[in-house]
């Protein structure tokens, strides 16, 4: 398989499996929080909610890989590009093992987690134990990523509650239809327009959380390929060498105009990196008509130049005060940005077979396990049992913060959103007193915990397997 012998074709089926088995749980973990409310309200019968919620999440997946390509720019450059194959192995297996460890932890005492943050978490303890290694210079994570993502995850539970808040404050000031707050009937369905609205809302959160939570399988799975088969995936063999080529000589002939005696400190080290990674790459793509004709090295070579130059090319644009301005048009700095950006066309994909392997898996997942959460939603995050108003405006805020992130490549969590929400319907209805600080404060500590518990695991589980490796 791929060209590898039959001992690192199993680990590479284990891998690709266990990524399958991460999404799977991520679908009865995560997007049981999609359907909680069509089911709690009983606007659709749990067996149809589910089934329905599964297909809108894998028709998600298909949106886009921004999320996906966040996730795996989020992972130290120094290890995608190792060619060392108990690091890959011994990275992998500590983020697929410490994601599913929390993840299943989390959902057996119905807290509403997010996968988000395990995984990421996972990262963040992987990059940190690789920079422990002996030859090791340091801890590679690219910070700006980071911190990026960082902010996405604190930020986007606070506008979940701030918006619902504020949207069922409106409703309750403009809408005069009582039946629409009032607690949901047991025994039986709402009224037909009310079931269309939180039917609509809650289709909008499983697409969005498809698009959203489920490219993050497929980073995963894009991080096992390239560390483990990086001759097939380290650069899309689907695109042609020569168009490469021509961003290169593109980057080459701009920056051939700039004097670097005329630069700043910053300015002319990027400079010095950014022509020498052209240059390797050129080296290497003169009279290449196809990647498959490629020495194997530089499949691995070409990924991490590309890598490299996108990363500098930032510090190459941006001048620091004080420092001698950088002395190229408008048009020759808007064509090398162009070229860098269709450069990164070239390590940033997806078969479409992995968007299909993670798609299914998050769909069939979606169908399973879903009510310890539907629970903790519906009725143990306020005081009172969750109101029609208040699932349709939790359900519209979380779609709507979960695909402005996914326009933005970052990744949010839809257990953190929803949830937020759901407790910020509760304060617009009652005040403070209305929410169950029990709950609320299990969710907290869950959210705090999250990162440096997942961190250390992770961590902890790379140096053990690369001692045995």
């Not at 009865?28 to 089911?39: K, L, P, W, Y």
């Not at 950014?274 to 990924?303: T, Y």
């Not at 509760?426 to 869950?446: D, E, F, P, S």
């Given at each position: 398989?791929?060209?590898?012998?039959?001992?690192?074709?199993?680990?590479?089926?284990?891998?690709?499996?266990?990524?399958?088995?991460?999404?799977?749980?991520?679908?009865?973990?995560?997007?049981?929080?999609?359907?909680a409310?069509?089911?709690?309200?009983?606007?659709?019968?749990?067996?149809?909610?589910?089934?329905w919620?599964?297909f809108?999440?894998?028709?998600?997946?298909?949106?886009?890989?921004?999320?996906?390509?966040?996730?795996?720019?989020?992972?130290?450059?120094?290890?995608?590009?190792?060619?060392?194959?108990?690091h890959?192995?011994?990275?992998?297996?500590?983020?697929?093992?410490?994601?599913i460890?929390?993840?299943?932890?989390?959902?057996?005492?119905?807290?509403?987690?997010?996968?988000?943050?395990?995984?990421i978490?996972?990262?963040?303890?992987?990059?940190?134990?690789?920079?422990?290694?002996?030859?090791?210079?340091?801890?590679?994570?690219?910070?700006?990523?980071?911190?990026?993502?960082?902010?996405?995850?604190?930020?986007?539970?606070?506008l979940?509650?701030?918006?619902?808040?504020?949207?069922?404050l409106?409703?309750?000031?403009?809408?005069?239809?009582?039946?629409?707050?009032?607690?949901?009937?047991?025994k039986?369905?709402?009224?037909?327009?009310?079931?269309?609205?939180?039917?609509?809302?809650?289709?909008?959160?499983?697409?969005?959380?498809g698009?959203?939570?489920?490219?993050?399988?497929?980073?995963?799975?894009?991080?096992?390929?390239?560390?483990?088969?990086?001759?097939?995936?380290?650069?899309?063999h689907?695109?042609?060498?020569?168009?490469?080529?021509?961003?290169?000589n593109?980057?080459e002939?701009?920056i051939?105009?700039?004097?670097?005696?005329?630069?700043?400190?910053?300015?002319?080290?990027?400079?010095?990196?950014?022509?020498?990674?052209?240059d390797?790459?050129?080296?290497?793509?003169?009279?290449?008509?196809?990647?498959?004709?490629?020495?194997?090295?530089?499949?691995?070579?070409?990924?991490?130049?590309?890598?490299?130059?996108?990363k500098?090319?930032?510090?190459?644009?941006?001048?620091?005060?004080?420092?001698?301005?950088?002395?190229?048009?408008?048009?020759?700095?808007?064509?090398?940005?162009?070229?860098?950006?269709?450069?990164?066309v070239?390590?940033?994909f997806?078969p479409?077979?992995?968007?299909?392997?993670?798609?299914?898996?998050?769909?069939?997942?979606?169908?399973?396990?879903?009510?310890?959460?539907?629970?903790?939603v519906?009725?143990?995050?306020?005081?009172?049992?969750?109101?029609?108003?208040?699932?349709?405006?939790?359900?519209?805020?979380?779609?709507?913060?979960?695909?402005?992130?996914?326009?933005?490549?970052?990744?949010?969590?839809?257990?953190?959103?929803?949830?937020?929400?759901v407790?910020?319907?509760?304060?617009?209805?009652?005040?403070?007193?209305?929410?169950?600080?029990?709950?609320?404060?299990?969710?907290?500590i869950?959210?705090?915990?999250?990162?440096?518990v997942?961190?250390?695991?992770?961590?902890?589980l790379?140096?053990?397997?690369?001692l045995?490796?």
């Amino acid at each position: 398989m791929f060209g590898l012998d039959g001992g690192m074709t199993i680990i590479l089926i284990l891998c690709l499996f266990a990524v399958c088995c991460f999404e799977f749980i991520n679908g009865f973990h995560d997007t049981a929080n999609a359907v909680a409310t069509v089911i709690y309200t009983k606007s659709l019968k749990p067996s149809v909610a589910v089934a329905w919620s599964g297909f809108c999440n894998f028709c998600g997946v298909f949106i886009g890989i921004s999320v996906a390509m966040g996730i795996v720019n989020l992972f130290p450059v120094a290890i995608l590009v190792d060619q060392s194959v108990s690091h890959s192995i011994s990275m992998i297996s500590a983020l697929v093992l410490t994601a599913i460890i929390w993840n299943l932890g989390t959902w057996y005492f119905g807290i509403p987690c997010s996968s988000s943050h395990t995984l990421i978490g996972s990262i963040f303890g992987v990059g940190i134990a690789f920079g422990l290694l002996p030859g090791a210079e340091a801890i590679a994570l690219n910070w700006q990523k980071v911190k990026d993502v960082g902010l996405s995850l604190l930020i986007s539970p606070l506008l979940g509650f701030g918006l619902t808040l504020g949207v069922m404050l409106l409703a309750k000031r403009y809408i005069k239809y009582k039946k629409l707050f009032a607690e949901p009937d047991k025994k039986k369905a709402p009224p037909f327009w009310i079931r269309v609205i939180l039917v609509i809302t809650a289709t909008s959160v499983s697409v969005s959380h498809g698009s959203n939570d489920g490219q993050k399988g497929i980073g995963l799975m894009m991080i096992i390929l390239i560390g483990l088969v990086p001759v097939h995936f380290a650069i899309d063999h689907s695109k042609k060498p020569e168009k490469l080529l021509y961003e290169v000589n593109n980057i080459e002939n701009i920056i051939s105009r700039v004097n670097p005696l005329e630069l700043g400190a910053q300015n002319r080290v990027s400079l010095v990196l950014i022509k020498e990674k052209a240059d390797s790459m050129r080296s290497k793509l003169n009279g290449v008509s196809n990647f498959k004709n490629l020495k194997n090295q530089d499949h691995f070579e070409i990924r991490k130049d590309i890598l490299l130059l996108s990363k500098e090319s930032d510090n190459f644009l941006s001048v620091e005060p004080g420092e001698p301005v950088l002395k190229l048009t408008a048009k020759e700095k808007s064509v090398f940005k162009a070229s860098v950006k269709a450069m990164k066309v070239y390590t940033e994909f997806a078969p479409f077979w992995v968007i299909v392997m993670i798609s299914l898996s998050l769909g069939v997942g979606t169908m399973i396990g879903w009510k310890r959460i539907v629970v903790t939603v519906g009725e143990k995050i306020g005081k009172e049992p969750l109101s029609y108003a208040q699932g349709a405006s939790a359900n519209l805020v979380t779609a709507s913060t979960i695909a402005l992130s996914t326009l933005f490549g970052l990744p949010v969590s839809t257990t953190h959103v929803l949830s937020s929400g759901v407790a910020g319907s509760m304060v617009a209805t009652k005040g403070l007193k209305n929410l169950r600080k029990k709950t609320l404060k299990n969710i907290a500590i869950a959210w705090l915990v999250t990162l440096p518990v997942t961190m250390l695991l992770s961590c902890g589980l790379f140096l053990l397997f690369r001692l045995f490796l």
